[in-house]
């Protein structure tokens, strides 16, 4: 049986993949890993984006925590690093967020954060496995006074735009500001936040219906943005994921301003001013490799790690540093919030631009974006970890590594949240890297879907 939890949690089709029945037993599983030397009476806080799924999913959760013994916190639709910050805020024993992120609305998942507000590691999520496939029994299920309840909480959210303005209080000065809230978990903090700083906002996508979240629009979709940007003369366009723990932004020209862009331009800022920790960055091997030279070239040390933000906020916690993130927009700011945050990372780029007084295009240019081609080959879910184990497929990659080796990388992985292997290739030329990452991919899709 594969391994239930993925890169960023349990992800999958709602009702189909995922459902009640697996969402009550991730509950009880959860409550009692998390909170299981906890003396008193555990507390976890529950959130979600807006999904129409959500609130099924999450009631099934919390009621599987209930029936251990544990209390809950609903805190409803808000930003997966609110949920982070504030189970760490309120000292609760764990965190929920239910969301899928940039997918699709038909996907949903649950993931779970520690007492500290910080994703498991690999050893507790196959712990709770472990209890959900009852390999252990201890778990009691009380009677009584011992059942757990749910406490309901609208004010949530409001903490967490204080938390991020008084995090990054930069003064905006009726910045014009295009932000795209993918229809998700956004629609409020993002608009209010920069409001309160000053900012003359433009939202886009901001009306959540429960089946509109992510649909061409967000970080996953930057078309209409960049026409937004440009057509209302805005200084820059931040784009958010579903569940706002991801941002991208587009400069004023109409350009997208990539995660490792962002890095860069924050990085060097923090740097500058004595604030980045360890003078070092942690990103992925997924970063474009002009990100890599742009650190050498201004001295800042690069840490790299597999794909995926919880891996590059343990490497972060392990040598101190104070920034890491990854291409896709998940950016880590360690000393205000312990996972990827899309509005810290919106406030930290403005604050760049309002100290230098530079536009976002100028300061895009700290780094060059060298030509990359990531082509999703679409696989049977089970077979997803297995792709070198075909002799077509290894001998096909292989001949691609040797023909890039010293102008470009060729890099093959599985997706930790979908059923795809993905190829992705960097190199001179975007026509050729494009046209060999395609042949790979459909390639891998032929022989193993």
Request: with cysteine; proline share 3%; charged share 25%.
């Given at each position: 049986m594969?391994?239930?939890?993925?890169?960023?949690?349990?992800?999958?089709?709602?009702?189909?993949?995922?459902?009640?029945?697996?969402?009550?037993?991730?509950g009880?599983?959860?409550?009692?890993?998390?909170t299981?030397?906890?003396?008193?009476?555990?507390?976890?806080?529950?959130?979600?984006?807006?999904r129409?799924?959500?609130?099924m999913?999450?009631?099934a959760?919390m009621?599987?925590?209930?029936?251990?013994?544990a209390?809950?916190?609903?805190?409803?639709?808000i930003?997966?690093?609110?949920?982070?910050?504030?189970?760490k805020?309120?000292?609760?024993?764990a965190?929920?967020?239910?969301?899928?992120?940039?997918?699709?609305?038909e996907?949903?998942g649950?993931?779970f954060f520690?007492?500290?507000?910080?994703?498991?590691p690999?050893e507790?999520?196959?712990?709770?496995?472990?209890?959900?496939k009852?390999?252990?029994?201890e778990?009691?299920?009380?009677?009584?006074?011992?059942?757990?309840?749910?406490?309901y909480?609208t004010?949530a959210?409001e903490?967490?735009?204080?938390?991020?303005?008084?995090s990054v209080?930069?003064?905006?000065?009726?910045?014009?500001?295009?932000?795209?809230?993918?229809?998700?978990?956004?629609?409020y903090t993002?608009?209010e936040a920069?409001?309160e700083?000053?900012?003359?906002?433009?939202?886009?996508?901001?009306?959540?219906d429960?089946?509109?979240?992510?649909?061409?629009c967000?970080s996953?979709?930057?078309?209409?943005?960049?026409?937004?940007?440009?057509?209302?003369?805005?200084?820059?366009?931040?784009?958010?994921?579903g569940?706002?723990?991801r941002?991208?932004?587009?400069?004023?020209?109409?350009n997208v301003?990539?995660?490792?862009?962002?890095?860069?331009?924050?990085?060097?800022?923090?740097?500058n001013?004595?604030?980045?920790?360890k003078?070092?960055?942690?990103?992925?091997?997924?970063?474009n490799?002009?990100?890599?030279?742009?650190?050498?070239?201004n001295?800042?040390a690069?840490?790299?790690?597999?794909?995926?933000d919880?891996?590059?906020?343990?490497?972060m916690?392990?040598?101190?540093?104070?920034?890491g993130?990854?291409?896709?927009?998940?950016?880590i700011?360690l000393?205000?919030?312990?996972?990827g945050?899309g509005?810290?990372?919106?406030?930290?780029?403005?604050?760049?631009?309002?100290?230098?007084?530079?536009?976002?295009?100028?300061?895009a240019q700290v780094?060059?974006v060298?030509?990359?081609?990531?082509v999703?080959?679409?696989?049977?879910n089970?077979?997803?970890?297995?792709y070198?184990?075909?002799?077509e497929i290894?001998?096909?990659i292989?001949r691609?590594?040797?023909?890039?080796?010293?102008?470009?990388?060729v890099?093959?992985?599985?997706s930790?949240?979908?059923?795809?292997?993905?190829?992705m290739?960097?190199g001179?030329d975007q026509?050729?890297?494009?046209?060999?990452a395609q042949?790979?991919a459909?390639?891998?899709?032929?022989?193993?879907?």
């Open positions: 594969a391994r239930l939890f993925g890169t960023d949690g349990v992800r999958g089709v709602a009702n189909e993949d995922l459902t009640p029945l697996m969402a009550m037993q991730l009880q599983a959860g409550a009692y890993v998390l299981k030397e906890k003396e008193h009476k555990p507390t976890i806080m529950v959130g979600c984006d807006t129409i799924s959500g609130d999913l999450a009631n959760l009621a599987g925590a209930c029936s251990v013994g209390n809950c916190i609903y805190v409803g639709v930003p997966t690093p609110a949920v982070a910050y504030l189970t805020k309120y000292m609760a024993d965190g929920v967020v239910i969301s899928a992120s940039h997918n699709p609305v996907f949903n649950i993931k520690d007492g500290n507000g910080y994703k498991l690999d507790l999520e196959d712990e709770i496995e472990a209890v959900m009852d390999e252990v029994t778990m009691k299920f009380p009677i009584g006074p011992g059942v757990g309840k749910i406490k909480r004010d959210r903490e967490y735009i204080n938390h991020a303005v008084t209080p930069v003064k905006l000065g009726g910045m014009r500001i295009v932000v795209d809230c993918a229809e998700g978990a956004s629609h993002s608009v920069l409001k700083l000053g900012g003359s906002v433009v939202a886009i996508h901001n009306n959540p429960g089946t509109n979240i992510n649909v061409n967000g996953t979709h930057m078309e209409e943005l960049q026409a937004r940007v440009v057509y209302e003369k805005a200084r820059i366009g931040l784009a958010f994921d569940d706002a723990d941002l991208l932004a587009v400069d004023e020209k109409g301003v990539y995660g490792d862009q962002i890095m860069a331009i924050v990085g060097n800022y923090m740097k001013r004595g604030c980045l920790k003078n070092t960055i942690v990103t992925t091997v997924m970063s490799l002009g990100f890599f030279l742009m650190g050498k070239r001295e800042i690069m840490e790299q790690t597999k794909v995926g919880r891996y590059v906020m343990e490497r916690r392990e040598i101190g540093a104070s920034l993130g990854e291409q896709s927009g998940h950016i700011f000393d205000e919030n312990t996972t945050d509005l810290l990372s919106a406030l930290h780029l403005l604050q760049v631009m309002v100290d230098t007084g530079k536009d976002l295009s100028e300061l780094m060059e060298l030509p990359q081609a990531l999703n080959a679409r696989v049977a089970h077979k997803k970890e297995k070198l184990e075909y002799p290894e001998a096909a292989r691609l590594e040797e023909r890039f080796a010293g102008e470009g990388r890099l093959i992985r599985p930790g949240t979908e059923p795809l292997v993905r190829v290739i960097e001179k026509q050729v890297i494009q046209e060999e042949k790979l459909n390639l891998i899709q032929d022989i193993m879907f």
